[in-house]
Nanobody, 117 residues
Framework: QVQLVESGGGLVQAGGSLRLSCVTS????????MDWYRQAPGKQRELVAA???????VYADSVKDRFTISRDNTVNTLYLQMNSLKPEDTAVYYC???????????WGQGTQVTVSS
């Protein structure tokens, strides 16, 4: 059974930093495309950061130069380093995985990030 478990969320003041982690189990992590989404209250879920096919990283305009996505296949973990946080970054952050072979998608349970002004 594939599971994605996020951690690292919390309450932080504006300008602060957090690092989110997403540990994947029950599958071969390396065959998954992994990315981060977020959903703020009353808003649609949006893509925050992802890896392009060539391995480069892509970001929502609102987080460029502040967030960094990375992954470590040796420990089956996806990361999101978030710096210079702003109140508008407040949301539930979700880890998302897509099996490149089957096309099946998986979501973590989400981790709350709250940025106070």
């Amino acid at each position: 059974q594939v599971q994605l478990v996020e951690s690292g969320g919390g309450l932080v003041q504006a300008g602060g930093s957090l690092r989110l982690s997403c540990v994947t189990s029950g599958t071969f992590f390396s065959i998954f495309n992994m990315d981060w989404y977020r959903q703020a209250p009353g808003k649609q879920r949006e893509l925050v950061a992802a890896f392009a096919r060539d391995g480069t990283t892509v970001y929502a305009d609102s987080v460029k130069d502040r967030f960094t996505i990375s992954r470590d296949n040796t420990v089956n973990t996806l990361y999101l380093q978030m710096n210079s946080l702003k109140p508008e970054d407040t949301a539930v952050y979700y880890c998302h995985g897509n099996n490149r072979i089957t096309g099946r998608e998986y979501w973590g349970q989400g981790t709350q990030v709250t940025v106070s002004s």
